[in-house]
Each structure stands twice: as structure tokens, then as C-alpha cells.
């Protein structure tokens, strides 16, 4: 009797360890894939494996980064939000058209500019504001109220660019100022000068300026500041016990004390700034503002998250996943343009990422439940 029940217990203890490693390899499954698909495209595409090419992508990854950020807490809600799309176009062509008219005007650049970045970013709170209020007060599914709100900013956006998909012609002083922080970097690496701070020397040749590296990207520094906060609230801040409270049930946070109306209306709001963020950042790239910016890579923020883990019933996810996530996409987008395969390839190499991931998160629910049943028959 002594040796079956001994032999049960060995039993036992190895299927229990077998689900614990599934489920660790389940977790990591995004980090261990952004790992390969470097290594691949270093192998086979010419150039992939470069700091330009590797500092070109995080500058790429920075929109889809900062939207994802924002939709990671509201997915982690059991939402998600559909208008942050034209949200961010929204912010865009509020900032450009006011940079525009008060530089025009004589109004000093930098004044100019903060006005503009401080009016986008107000702008995008209003559609933020009514997707919290409709989902957590008239119960209106988050589905169908942002769905209904991303035609509303669509519109709003359009009108004031009357129909154009483009805000440019800003004053030149502007433009300097733009662009000295959208393209510019911390910090700079040019052969035969070494490493150089702050600024990019004027007086470059032209084999100086093909060698050019920006090794910090402002853009880049910006997103990661965002995030870092961001994934600081979540992990570590009453705020983030309650979201994810929330999402694991909506019923046990309200008798938990949790005032679930207006969490909800706070984490739309947040969802909303992250893509006027987004949307800024676009007006310091590329000078100019377009109410188009943000709807393409909708469902690109939408699989960061689903690829970093975040439960789309709600109640689980991490910030770092998030930023595993758009990497992976970032990378495949332009490991297949460097291959020259057609573009069109993308969706449906993204499409078939975004299946696996949710694949492997139930993969890590049931190993994880497999490891709970072993232990509890141990005990």
C-alpha cells in the first residue's frame, strides 16, 4: 500500500511540474517569439541586423505602442475601444490646425507648439469622456458605444480639416522646432565624431550623414516614459488592483467598495489621452497632421495587446506584454518589406499571430488549472 501510494505521489508530482513548465513556456511564448523572428531576419534579410534598421523600428512602433498602452487597460476591463483610431487623427489635426494659425499669426513657436499639443490633447478627452460615460452609466455595450463614437471623431476630424486628409503649409519656424524633436535624438553616433548629444551637427558630410545613427530617438524616449507610468499605475497602484478587479468581475468589485461607474469613465479617458499622445507625436514626426493617422493600425493596437497576453475577457494582462506585442508586429512589418514580400502578406501574417496568441493563452489557462488540480490532489 506504502509503495502504489508512494508511486502516486511521484506521479502526481511530475505531471504537476510538466504543467508548471508548459504554462512558464506559455508566458514567455511572446518574448521567445520576438526572439526568433529577430534572429530569422537577421539571417536572411540584408541590413535587418543593424542599429539604423533596429532604432527605425521602435521609432515605427512608437503609435501602435502608445494606443495599445491605452487599450491594454481597457481590455483588461473586458472592453475595448474601437474610436481610439480616428482619436488619434482627432488629435492630430486640432494640434496642426492651431500650430498652423498661431504661427501665421506671429505667435512665437514654442509658444505656438504648446498650445497645439495642450488643445490636441484636450480635444481627444471629450470622445473619452462620452465612451466612459455610455458604457459605465447608460450601460450601452463598449462594443457598440465606441464603434459609434469612431464614426462621430471620424467626422468631427474631417470637418475641421473641411475634407482634407492632409494638415500641412505650417510656418517654417515651426517646422524647425517640430522636427528637431520628432526626427531628432538624444543622442547621435556619426563616423569620425563619436558619439554626439542633443543635436544633430549641421555641417555633416555626406558619407558623415549616410553613417548617422540615432541611437535615442525622442520619439522613442517619449513612448517609453508613457509607458513606464502606465505600466507603473497598473502593476503597482490601488488603480490597477481595481482594474483588474473590475475585469475579473464586475459583481465583486462593486461589493468590494470599488466605484466601478467612475473607474470606467477614468480608464476611457486614459485610453483616449495615450492616442492624443499618439497623435501629437505624429504632428512632431512629420510636420503635418491627418485625421487618417490612426485608423490603420486600429487593429494593430488591438493585436499588441491580444499578442502580449491580455485576456480579452478581462481581468488579465500586463503593460510589458503590450510592448512585446507591437515589437513583434513592428518587426514582422518590416522583416517582410526588407524580404520584398507583397505587402498584402502582412494581414494575414499578423492575422495568424493574433490566432496563435489567443491559442496560446487558453493553452496557459488550462496548464495552469492542470497545475492546480495536481496540486490540490497532492495535498
Same mark, same amino acid.
Given at each position: 500500500m506504502e509503495a502504489t501510494t508512494s508511486t502516486q505521489v511521484r506521479r502526481v508530482s511530475r505531471s504537476s511540474t510538466r504543467a508548471t513548465t508548459l504554462s512558464v513556456i506559455a508566458q514567455v511564448w511572446p518574448w521567445l517569439f520576438l526572439l526568433v523572428l529577430v534572429t530569422y531576419f537577421s539571417i536572411t534579410?540584408?541590413?535587418?541586423?543593424?542599429?539604423?534598421?533596429?532604432?527605425? +523600428?521602435?521609432? /515605427?512602433?512608437?503609435?501602435?505602442?502608445?494606443?495599445?498602452?491605452? #487599450?491594454?487597460?481597457? +481590455?483588461?476591463?473586458?472592453?475595448?475601444?474601437? $474610436?481610439?483610431?480616428? /482619436?488619434?487623427?482627432?488629435? $492630430?489635426?486640432?494640434?496642426? @490646425?492651431?500650430?498652423?494659425t498661431l504661427g501665421?499669426?506671429?505667435?512665437?513657436?514654442?509658444? &505656438?507648439?504648446?498650445?497645439?499639443?495642450?488643445?490636441?490633447?484636450?480635444?481627444?478627452?471629450?470622445?473619452?469622456? &462620452?465612451?466612459? +460615460?455610455?458604457?459605465?452609466?447608460?450601460?450601452?455595450?463598449?462594443? +457598440? &458605444? /465606441?464603434?459609434?463614437?469612431?464614426?462621430?471623431?471620424?467626422?468631427?476630424?474631417?470637418?475641421?480639416?473641411?475634407?482634407?486628409?492632409?494638415?500641412?503649409?505650417?510656418?517654417?519656424?515651426?517646422?524647425?522646432?517640430?522636427? #528637431?524633436?520628432?526626427?531628432? $535624438?538624444?543622442?547621435?553616433?556619426?563616423e569620425d565624431m563619436g558619439l554626439v548629444w542633443f543635436r544633430q551637427p549641421d555641417d555633416l558630410t555626406r558619407e558623415q550623414l549616410r553613417s548617422l545613427q540615432r541611437l535615442l530617438p525622442y520619439p522613442v524616449l517619449i513612448t517609453a516614459v508613457v509607458v513606464l507610468v502606465f505600466a507603473f499605475v497598473?502593476?503597482?497602484?490601488?488603480?490597477?488592483?481595481? /482594474?483588474?478587479?473590475?475585469?475579473? $468581475?464586475? @459583481?465583486?468589485?462593486l461589493r468590494a467598495g470599488i466605484n466601478v461607474e467612475r473607474h470606467l469613465i477614468v480608464i476611457y479617458l486614459l485610453s483616449a489621452l495615450t492616442a492624443g499622445i499618439a497623435g501629437i507625436l505624429h504632428v512632431f514626426r512629420f510636420t503635418a497632421g491627418s485625421p487618417l493617422v490612426g485608423e490603420p493600425v486600429l487593429l494593430d493596437s488591438v493585436a499588441a495587446v491580444v499578442i502580449g497576453g491580455t485576456d480579452l475577457f478581462g481581468g488579465e494582462g500586463r503593460i510589458s506584454g503590450t510592448v512585446v506585442g507591437a515589437l513583434i508586429i513592428a518587426v514582422l512589418q518590416t522583416g517582410l518589406v526588407m524580404l520584398n514580400i507583397d505587402a498584402l502578406w502582412q494581414f494575414i501574417v499578423i492575422g495568424c499571430t493574433i490566432i496563435i496568441a489567443v491559442l496560446v493563452n487558453r493553452l496557459r489557462e488550462y496548464f495552469e488549472k492542470q497545475q492546480q488540480e495536481h496540486q490540490e490532489e497532492y495535498a
Open positions: 534579410g540584408t541590413g535587418f541586423f543593424t542599429v539604423r534598421n533596429f532604432s527605425n +523600428i521602435l521609432v /515605427t512602433s512608437t503609435l501602435v505602442m502608445l494606443m495599445a498602452t491605452g #487599450q491594454t487597460y481597457v +481590455i483588461i476591463t473586458g472592453g475595448i475601444d474601437l $474610436s481610439i483610431g480616428y /482619436t488619434v487623427g482627432l488629435a $492630430s489635426v486640432v494640434s496642426a @490646425e492651431l500650430m498652423r501665421n499669426n506671429g505667435v512665437d513657436p514654442t509658444l &505656438a507648439i504648446a498650445a497645439g499639443v495642450l488643445a490636441g490633447l484636450g480635444a481627444v478627452l471629450i470622445p473619452g469622456l &462620452a465612451n466612459g +460615460i455610455l458604457i459605465a452609466k447608460v450601460k450601452v455595450p463598449p462594443f +457598440i &458605444a /465606441t464603434l459609434g463614437m469612431w464614426g462621430i471623431v471620424r467626422g468631427a476630424a474631417f470637418l475641421l480639416t473641411t475634407g482634407k486628409n492632409v494638415v500641412g503649409d505650417l510656418p517654417a519656424d515651426v517646422r524647425a522646432v517640430l522636427r #528637431q524633436v520628432g526626427n531628432g $535624438s538624444l543622442l547621435y553616433r556619426i497598473l502593476a503597482r497602484t490601488k488603480f490597477g488592483r481595481r /482594474t483588474y478587479a473590475i475585469g475579473g $468581475s464586475k @459583481e465583486a468589485a
